[in-house]
């Protein structure tokens, strides 16, 4: 029997193995209870091209301090960020990669919110 996050991390690398043979720039999402983090890897995956996280001073000083990271608000933010970085650096197409995640919530929210600041997939 498979623990649960044994269960993401299966589901996880499967999404990897297809996003691979794509070798398109992917979004990364990692969620934890405190926080959301959002990373742009190159289509090698031996770059990270753009990052950004609630854990970022400037991020959790416009939240409104400690503890605010674990929302759906604060995914938006960091979506809307991570689109902006990745733009930036040069990338406008990418592919989703939930780690494992449902997408429903943060995650989504996170989606979304980088589909609306221009980020395409």
């Known amino acids: 029997m498979l623990t649960k996050k044994e269960q993401r ?49 400037d991020v959790r000083k416009a939240l409104g301090g400690s503890g605010k990271g674990g929302n759906t608000a604060a995914a938006q933010a960091i979506g809307k960020r991570i ?18 995640f449902a997408y429903h919530g943060r995650v989504k929210a996170l989606a979304d919110a980088a589909r609306e600041a221009g980020l395409q997939f």
Do not use: M, P, W
């Not at 991390?9 to 405190?34: F, S």
């Not at 983090?37 to 950004?52: F, H, N, P, T």
């Not at 689109?83 to 494992?100: N, Q, T």
């Open 9 to 57: 991390l299966r589901r996880a690398r499967q999404t990897r193995i297809r996003i691979a043979t794509q070798g398109v720039a992917r979004l990364t999402v990692n969620r934890t209870n405190l926080h959301i983090y959002a990373s742009v890897i190159s289509g090698d995956g031996a770059k990270v091209l753009a990052s950004a996280s609630t854990a970022e001073a």
């Open 83 to 100: 689109a902006e970085k990745a733009k930036a650096a040069g990338v406008e197409k990418v592919a989703f990669d939930r780690s494992g």
